[in-house]
Nanobody
Framework: QVQLVESGGGLVHSGGSLRLSCAGSLRIFRTVTMGWYRQAPGKQRELVADITSGGVSTYADSVKGRFKISRDNVKITVYLQMDSLSPEDTAVYYC?????????WGQGTQVTVSS
């Protein structure tokens, strides 16, 4: 059974940093796109950043220049470095692994940014 386990969430002051990690058990990790999504209370889940198997990354406009996604195919882990956090970044952050034939989600990790 595929598992994606997020960690690294927590409470941080505005302007602070957090690093999220998502460890997976996928044998096909090297072939899938990995993404970080977030869902704030009362809002739809949205893409934060993703990175293809070839290492090409994309970012939501709201996080460009502040967040950085990376992946380690040996450790089967994807990271999200979040800097200059603001209260608007408060949400549950989810890890996703997907391809044309598969789609897996983690359980989420809470990120709370206080003003």
């Amino acid at each position: 059974q595929v598992q994606l386990v997020e960690s690294g969430g927590g409470l941080v002051h505005s302007g602070g940093s957090l690093r999220l990690s998502c460890a997976g058990s996928l044998r096909i990790f090297r072939t899938v796109t990995m993404g970080w999504y977030r869902q704030a209370p009362g809002k739809q889940r949205e893409l934060v950043a993703d990175i293809t198997s070839g290492g090409v990354s994309t970012y939501a406009d709201s996080v460009k220049g502040r967040f950085k996604i990376s992946r380690d195919n040996v450790k089967i882990t994807v990271y999200l470095q979040m800097d200059s956090l603001s209260p608007e970044d408060t949400a549950v952050y989810y890890c996703r692994a997907y391809s044309r034939i598969s789609d897996y989600w983690g359980q989420g990790t809470q990120v709370t940014v206080s003003s």
